[in-house]
């Protein structure tokens, strides 16, 4: 299925038996489906049958419907004689005329301007119908094909990013050893510095057996909280693969982009944390920044 941007407009103008129709479908950003229709009166009772056209192809985004109707000027073949008023005209005419011979008959121009002589033809309501159905579904068409054509650009642009934030990770992970040593070493010559193990002479024994234990047990803890991000590092790898998946697969992928966001930023922010040397600090910036990035694209996905 194809990813969808929440932001498109499409128009679709048709000439109908009563005149020139016009629809416009626009839709912008929204958590849910918000449908708003914009329509001439006498077209209202088709608001049911669009709202439930709408529904069936967009599930997210502020939608405004508007229908516009412009109607076609009289042609002769649209208007009909009123034949029932026309022979009561003639019928009181004849009445008349045998009472007073010297009258006048009507003449045609008389006649056809007599109020109500002139009816105009209703156009066929079946045919109005039909081509109001077809004149939305092919607004709705071209509106869907844009969401798609925007979705997939929008797509492109994300795997970038995330392709950008899984050279980050490989790129880091084998500076995990380097920062390992450098503990290590630290830890070492603090522990023989609790121990009272002079690295010179001049470093006295000040620590009872006790206490030097109590401080390596501190500095081990503290050791093991500064260079645990492989496991972090691991979350990222699968996270990173599992958003390439859910943008490949395609459809409805916002919310589940929003939630793989919430989790690549939570590990970010705890690499940061975690960081021991630059590397790793620098390398959390950047995980945010194109987190960030990517969540303000999200935000236009459906």
């Given at each position: 299925?194809?990813?969808?941007?929440?932001?498109?407009?499409?128009?679709?103008?048709v000439?109908?038996?009563?005149?020139?129709?016009?629809?416009?479908?626009?839709?912008?950003?929204?958590?849910?489906?918000?449908?708003?229709?914009?329509?001439?009166?006498?077209?209202?009772?088709?608001?049911?049958?669009?709202?439930?056209t709408?529904?069936?192809?967009?599930?997210?985004?502020?939608?405004?419907?508007?229908?516009?109707?412009?109607?076609?000027?009289?042609?002769?073949?649209?208007?009909?004689?009123?034949?029932?008023?026309?022979?009561e005209?003639?019928?009181?005419?004849?009445?008349?005329?045998?009472?007073?011979?010297?009258?006048?008959?009507?003449?045609?121009?008389?006649?056809?301007?007599w109020?109500?002589?002139?009816?105009?033809?209703?156009?066929?309501?079946?045919?109005?119908?039909?081509q109001?159905?077809?004149?939305m579904?092919?607004?709705?068409?071209?509106?869907?094909?844009?969401?798609?054509?925007?979705?997939?650009?929008?797509?492109?642009?994300?795997?970038?990013?995330?392709?950008?934030?899984?050279?980050?990770?490989?790129?880091?992970?084998?500076?995990?050893?380097?920062?390992v040593?450098?503990?290590?070493?630290?830890a070492?010559?603090?522990?023989?510095?609790?121990?009272?193990?002079?690295?010179?002479?001049?470093?006295?024994?000040?620590?009872?057996?006790?206490?030097?234990s109590?401080?390596?047990?501190?500095?081990?803890?503290?050791?093991?909280?500064?260079?645990?991000?492989?496991?972090?590092?691991?979350?990222?790898?699968i996270?990173?693969?599992?958003?390439?998946?859910?943008?490949?697969?395609?459809?409805?992928?916002?919310?589940?982009?929003?939630?793989?966001?919430?989790?690549?930023?939570?590990?970010?922010?705890?690499?940061?944390?975690?960081?021991?040397?630059?590397?790793?600090?620098?390398?959390?910036?950047?995980?945010?920044l194109?987190?960030?990035?990517?969540?303000?694209?999200?935000?236009?996905?459906?």
């Amino acid at each position: 299925m194809a990813v969808r941007s929440m932001t498109a407009y499409a128009t679709t103008s048709v000439e109908t038996v009563a005149g020139t129709l016009t629809i416009e479908l626009k839709s912008v950003n929204s958590r849910f489906l918000d449908l708003q229709f914009r329509m001439n009166d006498e077209f209202r009772a088709y608001e049911p049958s669009f709202r439930e056209t709408i529904m069936q192809n967009v599930k997210r985004g502020k939608v405004e419907c508007r229908l516009s109707f412009a109607r076609a000027t009289q042609n002769p073949s649209a208007l009909s004689l009123n034949n029932a008023l026309f022979l009561e005209l003639s019928k009181l005419q004849h009445e008349i005329r045998q009472h007073n011979p010297q009258a006048q008959a009507m003449t045609v121009n008389e006649l056809l301007r007599w109020p109500g002589m002139i009816e105009e033809v209703a156009p066929d309501q079946e045919t109005l119908q039909q081509q109001v159905k077809e004149a939305m579904s092919d607004t709705l068409a071209t509106f869907t094909a844009e969401r798609e054509r925007e979705g997939a650009a929008l797509t492109k642009a994300l795997v970038e990013r995330v392709d950008a934030m899984q050279r980050i990770v490989e790129r880091i992970e084998p500076l995990i050893p380097q920062m390992v040593d450098q503990f290590k070493q630290k830890a070492i010559e603090r522990m023989q510095e609790a121990l009272g193990v002079a690295l010179s002479d001049s470093v006295p024994v000040t620590l009872t057996q006790q206490d030097a234990s109590e401080r390596i047990r501190q500095e081990v803890t503290l050791y093991g909280m500064k260079i645990d991000v492989a496991e972090e590092l691991s979350r990222l790898k699968i996270h990173l693969g599992e958003t390439k998946v859910i943008l490949e697969k395609g459809g409805l992928v916002g919310k589940r982009m929003d939630f793989m966001l919430q989790e690549l930023n939570r590990e970010a922010n705890t690499l940061g944390s975690k960081a021991a040397i630059k590397e790793l600090s620098d390398a959390s910036m950047e995980l945010k920044l194109l987190i960030e990035q990517i969540r303000e694209q999200v935000q236009n996905l459906e």
